[in-house]
């Protein structure tokens, strides 16, 4: 049987995740909470020796884009973080987020295609790595279109009983994935899957923000669906794909930190022991599916209409 995999992914976006739905408060956390996060975080990657896939937003490469948004620049354009992930002792890797953060699934094949032809641009100039991609909102589609920009990997909806609350709506979706979260219900392993040109990794689990409702679920829970998932894939051989935003430690922070590293310490323990495997998503690229893996169905995209562009 095969060796089970760790898969981390990071959403890297500061204000760019919610350029079209901006409050104060998301310009004041932007500027002033991302950057203790992001290094935070790296601290803890670099200490139990544990790579993950960055996927970033390419505007943040981009200072031209960054002074036509609102508020402090720091808030739309962030070398000095890139910068960090690149040389940090742990082997990163730069994914993609987009260009400016569009809904991809949403909008019109050319428009789509346009903003990740700026995406490889700047990751081109800056020679960074353009392989793995994840949708902005979580929201997957213009496959064609991810397809023709080189892109290989992408990274799938979780699966589970979650999505079909999808169908009843946005509310049902949030409730439905907050009771998911707050339950210790064991989070899927998943396996790559072929679809088309690309590489479908499927997440497994969100490392949710403690803000709002959300700071009801306990901790405990938490490392328990941890524990759960990584031990389901080493049981399986399958992929345990967990991802979070940098933003999701923006409250209760040091407990979202000890939580996280608490995990990062099992997973490193169980990769020393040969338990498990740490892969970026870039990885899965010359990695190639079994039949079984390739059979399995893509789940359901659900996208609503397309947004308007931000301005470069």
């Known amino acids: ?3 089970g ?3 981390i992914s990071i959403d890297l ?3 760019w995740g919610v350029w079209d739905q901006l409050t104060p408060e998301d310009l004041s956390m932007a500027e002033s909470a991302e950057r203790p996060i992001c290094a935070a975080l790296l601290a803890l990657f670099d200490r139990h020796g544990i790579p993950a896939t960055w996927a970033m937003v390419a505007a943040l490469l ?3 884009s960054a002074k036509a948004r609102p508020g402090c620049v720091g808030c739309w354009y962030a070398p000095d973080i890139v910068e960090q992930i ?3 002792q742990a082997a990163h890797e730069i994914g993609s987020h987009g260009g400016r953060h569009i809904d991809l699934a949403a909008a019109e094949a050319r428009v789509a295609e346009s903003d990740l032809l700026f995406a490889k641009y700047i990751h081109d100039v800056h020679a960074l790595p353009f392989q793995s991609l994840v949708f902005p909102r979580n929201r997957v589609g213009n496959f064609d279109a991810v ?3 080189g892109l290989r990997v992408y990274r799938g909806r979780d699966p589970g009983w979650t999505n079909v609350a999808h169908r009843a709506g946005r509310w049902a979706a949030k409730a439905a994935n907050l009771a998911d979260k707050a339950l210790p219900i064991p989070p899927p392993s998943v396996a790559p899957q072929m679809h088309g040109d690309l590489i479908n990794l499927p997440g497994s689990m969100l490392l949710i923000g403690r803000n709002g409702a959300r700071r009801f679920v306990l901790p405990a829970v938490t490392r328990a669906k941890l524990a759960m998932g990584l031990n389901r894939a080493i049981r399986t051989g399958g992929v345990f794909h967990l991802w979070f935003h940098p933003s999701n430690f923006y409250y209760r922070r040091e407990e979202q930190l000890d939580t996280l590293g608490w995990f990062l310490e099992l997973a490193a323990e169980q990769a020393s022991r040969g338990l498990i495997e740490i892969a970026t998503m870039g990885s899965y690229e010359t990695s190639s599916p079994s039949m ?3 059979e399995q169905s893509l789940e359901p ?5 397309p947004p308007t562009a931000p301005a470069a």
């Open 5 to 7: 995999k760790l898969t």
């Open 13 to 15: 976006e500061l204000a």
């Open 301 to 305: 995209v659900f996208a609503p209409a």
């Open 1 to 3: 049987m095969a060796k």
């Open 62 to 64: 981009d200072e031209p």
């Open 86 to 88: 690149v040389h940090a």
């Open 147 to 149: 397809a023709r920009t």
């Open 292 to 294: 079984a893996e390739v």
